[in-house]
């Protein structure tokens, strides 16, 4: 992660703000949580569903996305998560401190 990223995202945001959409990047930097996350879920008001990782599909490997039938628990565990996270733009010199 660099402070190019961070950048980056500031301009996406603008970018996305102008067509009335509101986006976020946030980071766990705590190692003993990120040990406990595996998989990646896109989840909806409706749906959940468990996507493989950007590295597994840009490698082209055989993979699928499912959709979960745990759609509400997910969507509690992810509040949780995202509010122990940590904003990349406002919160950068906290994340660089602590993923030394």
Known sequence: MSRRTAFRQTDF????LNKGIRC???V???PRVNSLIHNRFIISKYNCYNIP???IIARGQLSEI???????????E?????GNSKDIIQDWNNIKNELK
């Open 13 to 16: 945001n603008k970018e996305m």
């Open 24 to 26: 976020e990047l946030r």
């Open 28 to 30: 766990i930097a705590d």
């Open 53 to 55: 990782s950007p590295d």
């Open 66 to 76: 499912s959709k979960s039938t745990n759609r509400d628990d997910l969507a509690k």
């Open 78 to 82: 992810f509040q949780v998560l995202w």
